[in-house]
Antibody, heavy 121, light 113 residues
Framework: EVQLVESGGGLIQPGGSLRLSCAAS????????MHWVRQSPGKGLVWVSH????????TYADFVKGRFTISRDNAKNTVYLQMNSLSAEDTAVYYC??????????????WGQGTLVTVSS | DIVMTQSPDSLAVSLGERATLNCKSS????????????LAWYQQKPGQPPKLLVY???TRESGVPDRFSGSGSGTDFTLTISSLQAEDVAVYYC?????????FGQGTRLEIK
Protein backbone atom coordinates (compact mmCIF):
# COMPACT_ATOMS: atom_id res chain seq x y z
CA GLU A 1 0.00 0.00 0.00
CA VAL A 2 1.29 3.41 -0.98
CA GLN A 3 1.77 5.71 2.00
CA LEU A 4 2.94 9.31 2.17
CA VAL A 5 3.21 10.67 5.70
CA GLU A 6 4.02 14.32 6.28
CA SER A 7 5.44 15.68 9.51
CA GLY A 8 7.12 18.79 10.86
CA GLY A 9 4.25 21.24 10.81
CA GLY A 10 3.29 23.40 13.75
CA LEU A 11 3.03 26.93 15.07
CA ILE A 12 5.90 29.20 14.13
CA GLN A 13 6.47 32.92 14.55
CA PRO A 14 6.76 35.21 11.53
CA GLY A 15 10.29 35.18 10.18
CA GLY A 16 10.91 31.69 11.51
CA SER A 17 11.85 28.45 9.80
CA LEU A 18 10.44 24.96 9.62
CA ARG A 19 11.43 21.77 7.85
CA LEU A 20 8.68 19.50 6.64
CA SER A 21 9.27 15.84 5.91
CA CYS A 22 7.31 13.37 3.84
CA ALA A 23 8.10 9.71 4.41
CA ALA A 24 7.14 7.40 1.59
CA SER A 25 6.51 3.67 1.60
CA UNK A 26 4.87 1.00 -0.50
CA UNK A 27 6.39 2.00 -3.83
CA UNK A 28 9.73 2.58 -5.55
CA UNK A 29 10.32 6.11 -4.28
CA UNK A 30 13.33 6.77 -6.49
CA UNK A 31 11.18 6.43 -9.63
CA UNK A 32 8.86 9.31 -8.76
CA UNK A 33 8.96 13.07 -8.91
CA MET A 34 7.77 14.46 -5.60
CA HIS A 35 5.71 17.61 -5.14
CA TRP A 36 4.57 19.87 -2.33
CA VAL A 37 1.13 21.46 -2.61
CA ARG A 38 -0.42 23.73 -0.04
CA GLN A 39 -3.92 24.76 0.90
CA SER A 40 -4.64 27.81 3.01
CA PRO A 41 -7.68 27.58 5.29
CA GLY A 42 -10.85 27.56 3.21
CA LYS A 43 -8.94 28.06 -0.03
CA GLY A 44 -7.92 26.02 -3.05
CA LEU A 45 -4.88 23.92 -3.92
CA VAL A 46 -1.66 25.71 -4.76
CA TRP A 47 1.42 24.00 -6.13
CA VAL A 48 4.59 24.90 -4.23
CA SER A 49 7.55 22.91 -5.50
CA HIS A 50 8.73 19.69 -7.08
CA UNK A 51 11.92 17.69 -7.30
CA UNK A 52 12.95 15.19 -9.93
CA UNK A 53 13.25 11.49 -9.10
CA UNK A 54 17.05 11.63 -8.80
CA UNK A 55 17.07 14.95 -6.97
CA UNK A 56 19.09 16.72 -9.68
CA UNK A 57 16.58 19.46 -10.36
CA UNK A 58 13.85 21.29 -8.50
CA THR A 59 11.36 24.01 -9.34
CA TYR A 60 9.47 26.46 -7.16
CA ALA A 61 6.42 28.65 -7.30
CA ASP A 62 7.38 32.31 -7.54
CA PHE A 63 5.95 33.11 -4.13
CA VAL A 64 8.40 30.76 -2.36
CA LYS A 65 11.49 31.19 -4.52
CA GLY A 66 14.50 32.05 -2.41
CA ARG A 67 12.73 31.09 0.81
CA PHE A 68 11.86 27.40 0.41
CA THR A 69 14.15 24.53 -0.57
CA ILE A 70 13.00 21.08 -1.55
CA SER A 71 15.31 18.08 -1.23
CA ARG A 72 15.07 14.32 -1.08
CA ASP A 73 16.94 11.35 0.30
CA ASN A 74 16.19 8.32 -1.84
CA ALA A 75 17.98 6.06 0.65
CA LYS A 76 15.49 7.15 3.32
CA ASN A 77 12.48 7.40 0.97
CA THR A 78 11.87 10.91 2.22
CA VAL A 79 11.32 14.31 0.66
CA TYR A 80 11.82 17.53 2.59
CA LEU A 81 10.70 21.13 2.38
CA GLN A 82 12.88 23.64 4.19
CA MET A 83 10.84 26.80 4.74
CA ASN A 84 12.56 30.02 5.79
CA SER A 85 11.38 33.60 6.33
CA LEU A 86 7.85 32.44 6.97
CA SER A 87 4.97 34.88 6.98
CA ALA A 88 1.28 34.65 7.82
CA GLU A 89 0.55 34.08 4.12
CA ASP A 90 2.39 30.74 4.37
CA THR A 91 -0.19 29.41 6.83
CA ALA A 92 -1.62 26.32 5.19
CA VAL A 93 -1.89 22.58 5.15
CA TYR A 94 1.09 21.28 3.21
CA TYR A 95 0.62 18.08 1.23
CA CYS A 96 3.26 15.97 -0.43
CA UNK A 97 2.23 14.12 -3.57
CA UNK A 98 3.92 11.81 -6.04
CA UNK A 99 3.96 11.79 -9.83
CA UNK A 100 5.48 9.16 -12.12
CA UNK A 101 6.30 11.74 -14.81
CA UNK A 102 8.35 9.40 -17.04
CA UNK A 103 6.37 10.22 -20.17
CA UNK A 104 4.60 13.38 -19.20
CA UNK A 105 2.45 11.78 -16.50
CA UNK A 106 3.00 14.60 -14.03
CA UNK A 107 -0.37 14.12 -12.35
CA UNK A 108 -0.55 13.37 -8.64
CA UNK A 109 -1.84 9.85 -8.09
CA UNK A 110 -1.21 9.69 -4.35
CA TRP A 111 -1.20 12.33 -1.65
CA GLY A 112 -0.28 12.45 1.99
CA GLN A 113 -2.74 13.51 4.68
CA GLY A 114 -1.02 16.87 5.04
CA THR A 115 0.68 18.77 7.85
CA LEU A 116 -0.57 22.11 9.13
CA VAL A 117 1.78 25.06 9.28
CA THR A 118 0.53 28.07 11.22
CA VAL A 119 2.57 31.26 11.13
CA SER A 120 1.51 33.58 13.89
CA SER A 121 2.92 35.64 16.72
CA ASP B 1 2.17 30.12 -16.71
CA ILE B 2 -1.01 28.35 -17.79
CA VAL B 3 -4.08 29.68 -16.01
CA MET B 4 -6.83 27.21 -15.20
CA THR B 5 -10.38 28.52 -14.80
CA GLN B 6 -13.23 26.39 -13.53
CA SER B 7 -16.95 27.03 -13.82
CA PRO B 8 -19.19 27.31 -12.04
CA ASP B 9 -17.68 28.09 -8.65
CA SER B 10 -20.48 26.13 -7.01
CA LEU B 11 -23.15 23.79 -8.24
CA ALA B 12 -26.20 22.21 -6.62
CA VAL B 13 -27.64 19.10 -8.24
CA SER B 14 -30.39 16.72 -7.15
CA LEU B 15 -29.54 13.17 -6.21
CA GLY B 16 -29.55 10.93 -9.27
CA GLU B 17 -29.19 13.85 -11.65
CA ARG B 18 -26.23 14.72 -13.87
CA ALA B 19 -23.55 17.15 -12.74
CA THR B 20 -21.36 18.92 -15.28
CA LEU B 21 -18.20 20.73 -14.20
CA ASN B 22 -16.09 22.77 -16.60
CA CYS B 23 -12.43 23.68 -16.79
CA LYS B 24 -10.63 25.91 -19.26
CA SER B 25 -6.91 26.37 -19.73
CA SER B 26 -5.37 29.60 -21.00
CA UNK B 27 -3.41 27.68 -23.63
CA UNK B 28 -3.47 24.22 -25.12
CA UNK B 29 -2.27 21.39 -22.87
CA UNK B 30 -2.11 18.82 -25.66
CA UNK B 31 0.90 16.56 -25.16
CA UNK B 32 1.94 15.83 -28.71
CA UNK B 33 3.92 12.69 -27.85
CA UNK B 34 0.68 10.77 -27.21
CA UNK B 35 -1.90 13.21 -28.58
CA UNK B 36 -3.59 13.44 -25.21
CA UNK B 37 -4.37 16.46 -23.09
CA UNK B 38 -2.38 16.83 -19.86
CA LEU B 39 -5.41 17.49 -17.68
CA ALA B 40 -6.36 15.84 -14.38
CA TRP B 41 -9.39 16.06 -12.12
CA TYR B 42 -9.29 15.66 -8.34
CA GLN B 43 -12.00 15.32 -5.72
CA GLN B 44 -11.50 16.73 -2.24
CA LYS B 45 -13.87 15.99 0.60
CA PRO B 46 -13.75 18.03 3.84
CA GLY B 47 -10.77 17.19 6.01
CA GLN B 48 -9.26 14.89 3.41
CA PRO B 49 -6.46 15.21 0.87
CA PRO B 50 -7.37 15.41 -2.80
CA LYS B 51 -8.03 12.18 -4.65
CA LEU B 52 -7.18 11.66 -8.31
CA LEU B 53 -10.26 10.88 -10.41
CA VAL B 54 -9.23 11.37 -14.03
CA TYR B 55 -5.97 11.93 -15.92
CA UNK B 56 -5.11 12.51 -19.57
CA UNK B 57 -8.46 14.34 -19.59
CA UNK B 58 -10.53 11.17 -19.91
CA THR B 59 -8.76 8.21 -18.30
CA ARG B 60 -10.48 7.17 -15.10
CA GLU B 61 -8.17 6.29 -12.22
CA SER B 62 -8.43 2.71 -10.97
CA GLY B 63 -11.24 2.28 -8.45
CA VAL B 64 -13.11 5.44 -9.44
CA PRO B 65 -16.82 4.73 -10.08
CA ASP B 66 -17.81 4.79 -13.72
CA ARG B 67 -20.38 7.52 -13.09
CA PHE B 68 -17.37 9.88 -13.26
CA SER B 69 -16.18 10.68 -16.76
CA GLY B 70 -13.83 13.25 -18.20
CA SER B 71 -13.92 14.74 -21.67
CA GLY B 72 -12.48 17.54 -23.76
CA SER B 73 -9.19 18.37 -25.41
CA GLY B 74 -6.91 21.28 -26.06
CA THR B 75 -8.20 24.02 -23.77
CA ASP B 76 -11.76 23.01 -22.78
CA PHE B 77 -12.58 20.15 -20.46
CA THR B 78 -15.54 18.69 -18.62
CA LEU B 79 -16.01 16.36 -15.68
CA THR B 80 -19.41 14.71 -15.69
CA ILE B 81 -21.01 12.80 -12.87
CA SER B 82 -23.80 10.89 -14.56
CA SER B 83 -25.97 10.22 -11.50
CA LEU B 84 -25.08 12.21 -8.42
CA GLN B 85 -24.70 10.28 -5.18
CA ALA B 86 -24.61 11.74 -1.68
CA GLU B 87 -20.95 10.75 -1.30
CA ASP B 88 -20.01 12.90 -4.30
CA VAL B 89 -20.43 16.12 -2.30
CA ALA B 90 -16.96 17.64 -2.49
CA VAL B 91 -14.82 20.28 -4.12
CA TYR B 92 -13.49 19.30 -7.54
CA TYR B 93 -10.27 20.67 -8.98
CA CYS B 94 -8.81 20.46 -12.44
CA UNK B 95 -5.06 20.64 -12.97
CA UNK B 96 -2.87 20.95 -16.01
CA UNK B 97 0.37 19.00 -15.92
CA UNK B 98 1.57 20.00 -19.38
CA UNK B 99 4.05 22.51 -17.98
CA UNK B 100 5.60 23.70 -14.74
CA UNK B 101 4.01 25.10 -12.63
CA UNK B 102 1.32 22.36 -12.74
CA UNK B 103 -1.38 24.74 -11.54
CA PHE B 104 -4.89 23.97 -10.38
CA GLY B 105 -8.19 25.62 -11.10
CA GLN B 106 -9.90 27.43 -8.25
CA GLY B 107 -12.29 24.53 -7.65
CA THR B 108 -15.99 23.84 -8.05
CA ARG B 109 -18.00 23.10 -4.92
CA LEU B 110 -20.64 20.45 -5.60
CA GLU B 111 -23.64 20.18 -3.31
CA ILE B 112 -26.95 18.37 -3.17
CA LYS B 113 -30.02 20.36 -4.18
Amino acid sequence: EVQLVESGGGLIQPGGSLRLSCAASGFNFSNYWMHWVRQSPGKGLVWVSHILSDGTNATYADFVKGRFTISRDNAKNTVYLQMNSLSAEDTAVYYCARALADYGENYFDDWGQGTLVTVSS
Amino acid sequence: DIVMTQSPDSLAVSLGERATLNCKSSQSVLYTSNNKSSLAWYQQKPGQPPKLLVYWASTRESGVPDRFSGSGSGTDFTLTISSLQAEDVAVYYCQQYYSIPPDFGQGTRLEIK
